[in-house]
């Protein structure tokens, strides 16, 4: 794609975050209707209704392009771009009216093998999600805080904002001076996973906070608010958007993919603190 291309990706991503948001605001203090519910995890009525009105925005500008998001996919697999949507990233926050939740977006283009082959060969960090048999670089990325009316963005090449602004990720280098965001994903599996590395890491670190909304768990990385950011189990939409901003922003988003649909352990940092918390989290 080019620049054009990408800067009308950027806009018409925008656009639909900021739609979703404006309807997530009118409803963040009313009744949600719950269409299902397991103990940690809810969704919502709202969040069908929030993906629908993103895919219909997106989709005017790019019509042959595919969806896939929290809520379901649509368009062919074999498109050579899709869009990667979390309708509201922070569902469990967001029913219990509580406003840290968020929209993400991202544009993803289909890597080629000859492509993922020079990619996997490289120092370089590649905003690229392996998912699956295939690869998607990504190009665009948009998370929308509705709430603070914060929407971070970046195109894969420039530079990270909010609100316009650029974004860098913060300097520290100690353990014993960070505050490191920890989620914990909906499984008893990852829940096993995450408590430990929440003892090992208590006593290390200036502070933990437990936030649950990913997206803005990567992009307060990026911008930074947090130092680090880990957790096993979250999925590509939570990431895709979060990844990209944190390495325009001159972070570092490492990631391994977990047996499951889309599924992700990461350690999103700032670039300086990823070895440090491996050590630990080990």
């Known amino acids: 794609?080019?620049?054009?291309?990408?800067?009308r990706a950027l806009a018409g991503a925008t656009q639909a975050a900021h739609a979703a948001g404006a309807l997530m605001r009118r409803n963040l203090h009313s009744i949600k209707k719950i269409n299902s519910q397991v103990q940690h995890d809810i969704k919502l009525e709202l969040d069908v209704r929030c993906q629908t009105l993103i895919e219909q925005k997106l989709l005017k500008s790019f019509p042959d392009a595919a969806v896939l998001g929290e809520e379901g996919a649509r368009g062919s697999t074999s498109s050579p771009v899709r869009w990667v949507v979390d309708p509201i990233d922070g569902t469990v926050n967001f029913t219990y009216g509580i406003p840290h939740a968020c929209v993400s977006i991202a544009l993803q283009r289909r890597v080629e093998s000859s492509e993922l082959k020079v990619a996997r060969s490289t120092v370089r960090s590649v905003a690229s999600v392996f998912d699956d048999d295939a690869a998607y670089e990504t190009l665009v990325g948009v998370v929308y805080d509705p709430f603070l009316d914060e929407s971070w963005t970046a195109i894969l090449g420039r530079r990270a904002s909010l609100n316009g602004k650029p974004i860098s990720p913060s300097q520290r280098q100690k353990l014993s001076e960070a505050i490191v965001s920890v989620g914990f994903?909906?499984?008893?599996?990852?829940?096993?996973?995450?408590?430990p590395s929440f003892n090992e890491l208590v006593p290390r670190v200036r502070k933990i906070r437990i936030m649950g909304a990913a997206a803005l768990a990567m992009v307060y990385v990026a911008g930074g608010r947090f130092d680090a950011y880990i957790e096993a189990g979250v999925?590509?939409?939570?990431?895709a958007a979060g990844g990209l901003i944190l390495e325009c922003a001159g972070g570092e988003f490492w990631r391994r993919q977990l047996p499951g649909e889309h599924a992700y352990s990461v350690v999103a940092?700032?670039?300086?603190?990823?070895?440090?918390?491996?050590r630990v989290l080990r």
């Open 1 to 7: 794609m080019n620049q054009h291309e990408l800067n």
């Open 269 to 278: 940092n700032n670039g300086r603190l990823r070895r440090k918390l491996q």
């Open 235 to 239: 999925r590509l939409w939570d990431l």
């Open 185 to 195: 994903a909906k499984t008893g599996e990852t829940l096993g996973q995450m408590l």
